[in-house]
């Protein structure tokens, strides 16, 4: 079975301040690992990928295969970060299974 | 990438009565995907609907509460049947696209209240 946990349900900080989102995962195989975020009134999108390596607004993440983590980071969080964080797996089966997401508030 | 789009976006419902969803994507898609968001949770994937055989049924889920249509490669539906209040959901419409690289999208979702 695959699984995705995000411990935090809500998290604050302030403009400027590195924000650190976190994402474990459960699954035997080599998963796939994607952060989808949610702003305001607006549809689910695609942030970042693991195989892609990229960095998308300042976001970075890496997968942790020891670990079995791949946290979302920036250095310096904006007031537009504000908005829902999802992280979420794709197995073999094709199939998504969604963390239950971090609410990221960033204050002035 | 794949532009998605679910009708209605939103709508009340009578408790007993059944609603349809549509989805329509601008370009062809093997694989789409119907996902239900209750308030205040995650997404949790109802069925995968692949054109031309019959939709895949996550645990918990079952064809005659929420039959799916996938006619063609562009188009699908999911019906929600004797809908009661614990239905009340945002239903949301993806697909998996290969450019790039088997991305998966999503529409901006239905939102249904039952009362």
């Known amino acids: 079975a695959q699984r995705v946990t995000q411990p935090e349900k809500l998290l604050s900080v302030f403009k400027g301040a590195p924000v650190e989102l976190k994402c474990n995962y459960s699954?035997?195989?080599?998963?796939?690992l994607f952060w989808y975020v949610q702003y305001s009134r607006q549809r689910l999108q695609l942030l970042l990928r693991?195989?892609s390596r990229e960095s998308i607004k300042g976001f970075t993440a890496d997968l942790n295969k020891g670990e079995t983590s791949f946290h979302l980071k920036k250095p310096f969080a904006q007031e537009e970060d504000s908005a829902m964080y999802y992280c979420?797996?794709?197995?073999?089966?094709?199939?998504?299974?969604f963390g239950k997401g971090t609410l990221l508030t960033v204050n002035p | 990438s794949a532009v998605i789009s679910q009708k209605p976006s939103r709508d009340i419902c009578q408790r007993g009565t059944s609603l349809t969803i549509q989805c329509q994507v601008d370009?062809?898609?093997?694989?789409m995907f119907w996902y239900r968001q209750q308030p205040g949770q995650s997404l949790t994937l109802i069925a995968t609907?692949?054109?031309?055989?019959?939709?895949?049924?996550e645990s918990g889920f079952v064809i005659d509460k929420f039959p799916i249509s996938r006619p063609n490669l562009t188009f699908s539906t999911l019906t929600v049947s004797n809908m009661s209040p614990e239905d009340s959901s945002i239903y949301l419409c993806?697909?998996?696209?290969?450019?790039?690289?088997?991305?998966?999208?999503f529409g901006e979702g239905s939102w249904l209240t039952v009362v």
């Open positions: 993806s697909v998996e696209h290969t450019s790039p690289g088997n991305t998966i999208y």
């Open positions: 609907a692949n054109q031309g055989s019959e939709a895949t049924y």
């Open positions: 699954y035997s195989g080599s998963p796939e």
């Open positions: 370009s062809q898609v093997t694989m």
């Open positions: 979420a797996l794709k197995g073999s089966n094709y199939k998504l299974t």
């Open positions: 693991h195989i």
